[in-house]
């Protein structure tokens, strides 16, 4: 993926949830449904077929392994890269963000181009 | 109960996706609230979203270092079906007196003395040396074009195949970890196959001596002017090499088909050839012959799309 394309928004939340601290599968599923406040639950599929990608992109990285109740546990963790990327978005989300904000607050107080 | 109806589900993923996750996965699913339609949809499309991530090369997943190690070993070899109709040629030239007039005949038999010679140091693992050989017998065939035959284009179509698997074999013996790797990689036995899959398919095109000149002409004129036999001779030596390639490459890793796929490549040249109108510029034909395996190469990930400095 280009440093370029903009992220698409599972990414982006993925790459959110890794941000602070490693975490397995189970963990990111619930993390991006608390960062979105609910509104984007992802599911299995979807995770893993991104978490592929963003591994053979080295955005994201196994931290560790853990066996839980038999069960094979894997953490990941962002790597400087996709930090790099995260940081990127964030920037270029937030400029977008503050003009439209600007833009909406001209348009309430009756500015005109 | 769940968890035969996820592994059944998880089934549907690439293989080695599976090995290293499937476990894993099994534990974020059991850990969810239990199957549903939505859940089931979106395993399968994420399977299908995998399958093809890989069929494209898509992923990242090849490692490029190693396609390309494999190639540096075994493309000499393969590079030597080449000669065939050189060496149809000097086996007819038996007395000293007609092998040097084979040679001035055919200009491109030191062309494929040096590969000769590149194959035998890629062997030893020789990587610096058998690159410097690969780097100087590429451009011969152009020279060898250029001084020994008055229809320059029409040999340089002939030869379109070679000359594109020689800059690969000279870039991958450049770049790559090498013949040292490769070997690690395929194993001794592999290349004895190779070898005797490339021989083979040299007998078989000297069997079918006259078809190789006529290359680009529709399938119905080549086999009205060679004749069925000749003609099948010609297509089981282009099958002997492609099995030996795919065998020698490794069909169950992602690298050795990728390599194996670099590898066949004079064999979709002169498939490309076949299928080309016999009218065709030569210019053009040229530029398909060499576009066409290009674009496959790249296409299927088994060339790097990006090259990484530093």
């Known amino acids: 993926m ?55 992109d080295g955005w994201v990285d196994v931290d560790r392994e853990e066996v839980v109740d038999g069960r094979l546990r894997r953490y990941y963790r962002l790597t400087e890269p996709g930090a790099a990327r995260l940081a990127a978005e964030v920037e270029k989300l937030s400029a977008h963000t503050r003009a439209a904000r600007q833009r909406l607050r001209a348009r309430l107080t009756g500015g005109t181009a | 109960m769940n968890e035969r109806h996820y592994r059944k589900l998880l089934a549907w993923y690439p293989r080695d996706h599976r090995e290293r996750h499937e476990d894993e996965m ?22 299908l979203r995998l399958h093809l991530r890989r069929m494209v090369g898509m992923d990242g997943g090849i490692d490029h270092r190693d396609v390309l190690a ?60 058998a690159a410097v050989g690969a780097w100087l017998g590429t451009p011969a065939f152009l020279a060898a074009a250029v001084l020994g035959y008055p229809l320059f284009w029409d040999s340089v179509v002939v030869t379109t195949g070679w000359m594109l698997l020689g800059v690969l074999v000279a870039v991958a013996l450049t770049w790559s970890p090498g013949p040292a790797r490769g070997w690690e990689l395929v194993g001794g036995r592999r290349i004895v196959v190779l070898v005797a899959a490339v021989g083979t398919s040299v007998v078989l095109v000297m069997k079918s001596l006259g078809t190789y000149g006529v290359l680009f002409h529709p399938m119905d004129i080549t086999t009205a002017q060679h004749g069925p036999v000749r003609m099948t001779l010609w297509a089981l030596a282009l099958a002997v090499l492609a099995t030996g390639v795919v065998v020698a490459g490794g069909a ?49 990930g088994s060339l790097p799309r990006r090259i990484r400095l530093g």
């Not at chain 1, 941000?19 to 979807?46: F, K, M």
């Not at chain 2, 004079?266 to 053009?284: D, G, I, Q, R």
Request: aromatic residues 4%.
């Open chain 1, 2 to 56: 280009s440093a370029t394309t903009p992220l698409r928004e599972p990414t982006f939340l993925i790459l959110t949830a890794l941000a602070a601290r490693p975490q397995h599968g189970y963990g990111i599923l619930r993390d991006v449904e608390e960062i979105s406040q609910g509104r984007v639950s992802l599911q299995a599929g979807t995770l893993y077929a991104a978490l592929d990608r963003l591994s053979s």
């Open chain 2, 252 to 300: 169950r890793t992602r690298e050795g088909r990728r390599a194996a796929l670099v590898l066949s490549v004079p064999v979709v040249v002169s498939l490309l050839m076949l299928v080309l109108p016999s009218n065709a510029n030569l210019l053009v034909a040229t530029a398909v012959c060499t576009a066409v395996p290009l674009v496959a190469l790249l296409g299927s």
């Open chain 2, 70 to 129: 494999i190639v540096s070993l075994l493309g000499p070899i393969v590079m030597l079906a080449g000669a065939a109709t050189v060496l149809d040629r000097l086996v007819a030239g038996s007395s000293v007196w007609r092998l040097s007039t084979a040679i001035l005949e055919f200009p491109g038999a030191p062309v494929w003395a040096i590969w000769g010679v590149v194959a035998v140091l890629s062997l030893f693992r020789k990587r610096r040396a």
């Open chain 2, 26 to 47: 099994l534990g974020v699913l059991l850990a969810g609230s239990g199957p549903s339609g939505k859940e089931t949809v979106d395993l399968l499309r994420g399977a």
